[in-house]
Every structure is written in structure tokens, then in C-alpha cells.
Nanobody, 123 residues
Framework: QVQLVESGGGLVQAGGSLRLSCAAS????????LVWFRQAPGKEREIVAAFRPGGTVYVDSVKGRFTISRDGAKNTVYLQMNSLKPEDTAVYYC??????????????????WGQGTQVTVSS
């Protein structure tokens, strides 16, 4: 049984930092297979960060502030979030796919989801 377990969310003041972790079990995921989404109240779930051939990609609003990384030996992906803003407030989800896809922004391509971790940034 595949499980994705996120941790590291919380309440932080604007300008602060958090590091999210997503530990996968039950299946070994490649670097392209685990990504980070987020969903703010009243908004659709959006891709935040992912590994792609040649590097990493980020939603425009977090470029230069967030960094995705992974530890293959631990089957874990991380999201380092710096210079947090109130608009980063959301539930952050780790998602896993079965195979590489160019449609990595599409939530329907991810059969595996973590439970989500709340990130709240106060102004």
C-alpha cells in the first residue's frame, strides 16, 4: 500500500521559513514522480513545485523563495519555503504519479496524495 505522509506545516509570521517533508512508502518514486501542490481556501489546487528534466519548476508566485529537493535513499521529497507571505497560506499536499507525464500540473494524473499539511502565514 502506497502512503505519502507530509509533515512540517504550521503557523509562521510573514518573512519566516518552513520546511515541508513528504515521506513515501510502499513504492519507490523517481524524482519526477513526487510533486508539491497547494490549495488555498476557495481556490483550486495548484502545482507549486516539481522536478522536470533539466531541473525544477515552480509556480511563478514562489520562484526564488521555495526550493524542492529530495532524498532518494529515504524516498522523501522536501519543500523549503523562505520569505513566506500571507498569500502562501494553504494546505500543502504531496502527490505521486505512476509514471512521468508532461501534464504534471493536472491533479488527475496523481493517484497518490498525502493527507495535507496546513501552512498559515500571518501578516
Amino acid at each position: 500500500q502506497v502512503q505519502l505522509v507530509e509533515s512540517g506545516g504550521g503557523l509562521v509570521q510573514a518573512g519566516g521559513s518552513l520546511r515541508l517533508s513528504c515521506a513515501a512508502s510502499g513504492r519507490t518514486f523517481s524524482s519526477y514522480d513526487l510533486v508539491w501542490f497547494r490549495q488555498a481556501p476557495g481556490k483550486e489546487r495548484e502545482i507549486v513545485a516539481a522536478f522536470r528534466p533539466g531541473g525544477t519548476v515552480y509556480v511563478d508566485s514562489v520562484k526564488g523563495r521555495f526550493t524542492i529537493s529530495r532524498d532518494g535513499a529515504k524516498n522523501t521529497v522536501y519543500l523549503q519555503m523562505n520569505s513566506l507571505k500571507p498569500e502562501d497560506t494553504a494546505v500543502y499536499y504531496c502527490a505521486g504519479t505512476l509514471h512521468y507525464t508532461v501534464y504534471y500540473r493536472d491533479v488527475s494524473n496523481y493517484p497518490y496524495w498525502g493527507q495535507g499539511t496546513q501552512v498559515t502565514v500571518s501578516s
